[in-house]
T-cell receptor, first 109, second 115 residues
Framework: GQNIDQPTEMTATEGAIVQINCTYQTSGFNGLFWYQQHAGEAPTFLSYNVLDGLEEKGRFSSFLSRSKGYSYLLLKELQMKDSASYLCAVSDSNYQLIWGAGTKLIIKP | IAGITQAPTSQILAAGRRMTLRCTQDMRHNAMYWYRQDLGLGLRLIHYSNTAGTTGKGEVPDGYSVSRANTDDFPLTLASAVPSQTSVYFC??????????????FGPGTRLTVL
């Protein structure tokens, strides 16, 4: 079966760095997405990785290791507005997105 | 209209009633999707459409139907609602259904409660 695993909840301090991990087992791989979802709102796109390595975009970076079925999202200089759920999704062999349950990130002052 | 709109924003529905959730996009995207999101679970695909005139079943299609008469609209119908269909429903679209990069854009969601 297809499976995406990520921690249910994480807590971090404003100004700090946090790493959210995602492991996956899917039928085929056509890229991995990270989305941000604030409570009561729609998911919004953060990053996309299809090749191994690190993609940096401002305070956010995303890493992929295809051989390990592993990705992480790194958030630097945390701000209160970063409190949200972070969703990991893998595009499978049919280009359908398989979604993890999301990681709720709580930022404390 | 900018992006994807959904209607209604929220709805309370009696079990057994028929309900259609509306979704419209103005980005001329070929592919559209309906998901449900339940606490503790990831987004689950209900139905999808790769292009106007075609539809397909996702992971959890039972009790739902869709149509795609044109590029912009993708309504989701619950023929006879049941309490287990209480959920938040998101409509999404992407430029293409295939190809390695198919970022999906989401509507604001419809919160549905079936009593």
């Amino acid at each position: 079966g297809q499976n995406i695993d990520q921690p249910t909840e994480m807590t971090a301090t404003e100004g700090a760095i946090v790493q959210i991990n995602c492991t996956y087992q899917t039928s085929g791989f056509n890229g991995l997405f990270w989305y941000q979802q604030h409570a009561g709102e729609a998911p919004t796109f953060l990053s996309y990785n299809v090749l191994d390595g690190l993609e940096e975009k401002g305070r956010f970076s995303s890493f992929l290791s295809r051989s390990k079925g592993y990705s992480y999202l790194l958030l630097k200089e945390l701000q209160m507005k970063d409190s949200a759920s972070y969703l990991c999704a893998v595009s499978d062999s049919n280009y359908q997105l398989i979604w993890g349950a999301g990681t709720k990130l709580i930022i404390k002052p | 209209i900018a992006g994807i709109t959904q209607a209604p924003t929220s709805q309370i529905l009696a079990a057994g009633r028929r309900m259609t959730l509306r979704c419209t996009q103005d980005m001329r995207h070929n592919a559209m999707y309906w998901y449900r999101q339940d606490l503790g679970l990831g987004l689950r695909l209900i139905h999808y459409s790769n292009t106007a005139g075609t539809t397909g079943k996702g992971e959890v299609p039972d009790g739902y139907s869709v149509s795609r008469a044109n590029t912009d609209d993708f309504p989701l119908t619950l023929a006879s609602a049941v309490p287990s269909q209480t959920s938040v429903y998101f409509c999404a679209s992407s430029d293409s259904a295939s190809g390695a990069y198919n970022e999906q854009f989401f509507g604001p969601g419809t919160r549905l409660t079936v009593l």
